[in-house]
């Protein structure tokens, strides 16, 4: 099956950190842009951030919320996606979601993972 | 830069058709051809059911259907079913910094 699966999603106490993986089959991961996107309880979609096809290059991509605490990679030789978050806040409790781009471009997102549940709180 | 605008709900009988606006600007909506919506049904993934505005990914029903004007964008679910009850989202690429914003979201209940 073509699938994307999340994991990591942890209870945080502030301030602290966490990396999230994003585990892809069924498809040449290789391929594809990847992003991440995270919903808050009851509350809408927040695009996070996305990568090239080939981490190094540069191509990396951060939403204004979280630049400068998270930072995406990837490892092709293990078809995993991560998310590495630091500084965390009340405000980053959200399920997480990794997802990959359509081809062409980073404009739409045609594949999600379920979801890892980030919870911050003391 | 701010979420796309979207009603919070939307209703409808069996059968009937409704429309979900998404509002945007300049530099994401109304600058580009690259709107997407969404489906989530509650504790699922979303589910990509339009892209580039009206193009329909293999699978989807071509009960949804999507267009543009403008800043502001629409998707039309027609012959609504039970099964089309879910939390819409739009999409929208915005520039090659800031990438893709999202719509607020909305429920689309079927009476």
């Known amino acids: 099956d073509v699938q994307l699966l999340e994991s990591g999603g942890d209870l945080v106490q502030p301030g602290g950190s966490l990396r999230l993986s994003c585990a892809a089959s069924g498809f040449p991961f290789d391929n594809y842009r990847l992003g991440w996107v995270r919903q808050a309880p009851g509350r809408g979609l927040e695009w996070l951030s996305a990568?090239?096809?080939?981490?190094?290059?540069?191509?990396?991509y951060y939403g204004a919320s979280v630049t400068g605490r998270f930072t995406i990679s990837r490892d092709n030789s293990k078809n995993t996606l991560y998310l590495h978050m630091n500084s965390l806040t009340v405000e980053d409790t959200a399920v997480y979601f990794c997802a990959r781009y359509g081809p062409g471009g980073y404009f739409y997102l045609d594949l999600w993972g379920r979801g890892t549940l980030l919870t911050v709180s003391s | 830069q701010s979420a796309l605008t979207q009603p919070a709900s939307v209703s409808g009988s069996p059968g009937q058709s409704i429309t979900i606006s998404c509002s945007g600007s300049s530099s994401d909506v109304g600058a580009y051809n690259h709107v997407s919506w969404y489906q989530q049904h509650p504790d699922k993934a979303p589910k990509l059911i339009l892209y580039d505005v009206n193009k329909r990914p293999s699978g989807v029903s071509n009960r949804f259907s999507g267009s543009k004007s403008g800043k502001t964008a629409s998707l039309t679910i027609s012959g609504l079913r039970a099964e089309d009850e879910a939390d819409y989202f739009c999409g929208s690429y915005a520039d090659s910094t800031s990438l893709n914003l999202f719509g607020s979201g909305t429920t689309v209940t079927v009476l």
């Open positions: 990568i090239s096809v080939t981490f190094g290059s540069g191509s990396t």
